[in-house]
């Protein structure tokens, strides 16, 4: 048995010893272990690669495995379908086979064997492909060994680990820095909760002694006392509420500052999975939640623990046979809080998911108003909110019923238990026992009645606790996702010249579809390179992959020879300015949408961006200027003149490397002029890549790319391209056809 | 517009189990064509698309039930290669270890087990009862009605939706 092989999974059992007859005379290289037979059922299958052939094994072959030399394979290919994907070969006969079957779980081993296959057949070396094969095994086990959860690197350090990990020292940290203030709280209740057990015992003094004995002077001085202890007490609360409010208060900032800062520096691949609805509920409502939890636990649990204790010593002290058969409902209640737990906790977390449903449509639905009022669409969309909101409603109602009759349920049984310390201590003081005075059964009943309130508290508490643990895990699952991977803080470049290398670059969103297959590409310093291919040809994948938005790619990105994973973050970042298709503004004034993310600039420097940037010329027309104030995504200003502010933010960085993602898509012609223009003036002597469908914008462009189906099929100058006749000068021809179509009908319609 | 395909006026023949070769009553012949189904989760038998290996759509059937009766099966054989979403009928166990839920349940493909990692993405619950799967390696199942499956199954996966 070769127990060195490559090998995503274990090898199937039911295999193994065929494995060791067919195998004995080759090497096997690596193994490739599915989970579907060749029919689509679930069914364990292998695949095994030696120096010169593929050994298939699977249930529905006849003998049980398959053999092909690669010597007969044409090309091998792996076939994603829904849900599913196949190994297959073309055989240098013209027919096909496939010769595996497996679901995505094994997808990415399976497309390094195809590419392993192809690239033998090609005549590469075998030890350099399999070094490739392994690096792509390897990258499959780069899970923590503690947690499990995925990690960038094997090498890196998992943040869910070395963590203190636990959910209490979580966030405990947002509790400690208010410590002071929730202990003089915690000790206020306490000495109130103190006062709070002196009353009933007056009650005790006045029935039998006070009153019977008909002492007037002893009545003004006990009533004189119970005032004081009132005061005390009601001062004390007051004080300590105060302190309370701002300290819980301060507990929910943090946490809300610190979930939101997270959230900045999640990455990209986060927010394509959820929804921003989601997050600005986590942020909101589940922050406050907490809080509340935390207030309750580290007070009111704690007060409630006390007056439990005093009030067993108490009772205990009074008469210990009244106290156990106060006792009698506690086993109850605690058994009836754990059920109750059981039961709604589930349904706490449904509820949560059908109000972050809300959130999402009103995130969706607010700033869209335009396009709703445009397409008068109101109606639906209040229908669709409505629907929301009465799903909401309906999972409400469930969680309402056990919400409601649980705390009913136990002042029930509260209730009884008051009953029978009356029968019990009534027929004892009219038995004449000596045990008890009528004085000490009435303050007795008025301890039992304070001793139901913790229980009751700590029976409701799971229903609070429940709660709270559904935000804290939509918490944690912010505060915990793996944030953007900054490998080589503090290493910036001496001098970025802004060469740019992708070497053989891959990437998927998911595993159902490659989106970049096998970028290879070099950029020169100071090259002006065009990117053009149709709509989700990939373009803008790579513009993403080299701002660093997603970093779960195969092979590298260099610049300057350096990888951009190894470079930090924010300096990277700055060193490019980004002008997208369609630019964000913020809702503040133009001077500081320009200035964004420039950190203190001077007024000149933004009015020289604004200039070079065709932008100044409209912005000091408006009545405010500099200060006018943009609407909510820019309102208030055209595409072409956001376009401008945003090309006025981009040079105030003054970056090394500029990206145009399609910056003249949206303008008129005479806009385009004039942005053009503010591009030109600014890529002078710096590396820049331009997306673009209009070829006129690319018109400075030494280098162009054609991307297509997420690879480059062509890439060099414009007149090399032309003279391929291949995709660009299609595309070219088109357009030049469409631009004469276009002027013909301007000159008809001019004459 | 896209060429739809009404009913006879295409002859459809399988290859290699997951493609189609189609031949047009125009004379036109197309090989090794691809089904996509143009709404994989609201509208199983209606409007798939026929691609060729570039990615082009050569035409769209309308309906599959409207096809000759050979070209139907052959869609359908092809649809039922092509779209693995197992159906899951019943729940056999979940465990969870540092946040990464195992599932093992039993679908109409046979018994798999699949990780998922959070549940506010991985499951989404539709009106009629249907509920979707999407795996920590994006492999796709579906409860086709969540109502219908057994006690033991409901306790596990209601709290999840």
Known sequence: MKLKVITNKPIPKQFEDSFNQL??????????????????RYAE???????????????????GSFSVDYADIETAQVKRLYGNAVFKVKFKTGKKKMLLRFSYAAAEVAD?????????????????ELETVKSVYHKQRCFCPKCGRKLPNPEAECINCSGKGKLISKFGKYVIPEKKSLFICMLLSVVATGLSLVP???????????IPGRDSAMLIKVLAILLGIYILQYVMNGFRSYRLRLAGDRITLNLKKDIYEKAQYLPLSFYDKISTGSVINRVNSDASVIQAFIMKITQEAVVQAFTLVGLVIIMFGMSWKLALFSLIPVPVVVVAGRLFGKIIGPKYM??????????????????GV???KAFTNEKETINKFARYCDEWYKEDKKVAVPAAVFPSLITFLVTCGSIVVWFLGGNMVINGSEEISLGLLVSFVSYASMFYTPINFFANMSDTYQNTLASAEKILDIIDAEPEHNFGEGNTLQRMDGKIEFKNVNFAFDRSKKVLSNINLTIEPGDIVGIVGTTGSGKSTLINLLMRYYDDYDGEILIDGENIKNIDMKYYRDSIGYVQQEPLMFRDTIFNNIAFGSGRVHVEQVIHAAEVANAHGFISKLPDAYDTMLGERGVGLS??????????RAILKNPSILIFDEATAAVDSETEHLIQGAIERLISGRTTLMIAHRLSTLRKANKIVVVDKGEIIECGTPEELLKMKGKYYKLVEIQSMGEQLQKKKAEENFE | MPRYIEGPEVRLTENDKIFVDAEFYTGEKFYELELHRMFPITGLTKYIALMDSEGNEIAVIRDINDLMPESREVVENCLREYYMIPRITKFIKMSEKFKIWMWTAETDKGICTFEIRNHLTAIKPLYDGRVLIKDANDNRYEIPDVNVLDKHSKKLILPKL
């Open chain 1, 23 to 40: 195998i004995k005379n080759d090497d096997a290289l690596f193994i490739v272990v599915g989970d579907l037979n060749l029919k689509g």
């Open chain 1, 45 to 63: 299958s292998m695949m095994v690669f030696t120096a010169d052939k593929i050994i298939a094994f699977d249930e529905c072959y006849d003998n």
């Open chain 1, 112 to 128: 390094a064997a195809a590419v392993f296959v192809n690239a033998l057949n090609e005549g590469k070396d075998l030890t350099e």
């Open chain 1, 200 to 210: 009933p015992y007056i009650t005790k003094i006045m029935v039998d002694d006070v």
């Open chain 1, 350 to 367: 449904r509820l949560w998911r059908r109000s972050a449903s809300i959130s999402t449509v009103l995130a969706n639905s607010i700033p």
């Open chain 1, 370 to 372: 335009r396009v709703i």
């Open chain 1, 639 to 648: 595409g072409g003149e956001r376009q401008r502010v945003s090309i006025a």
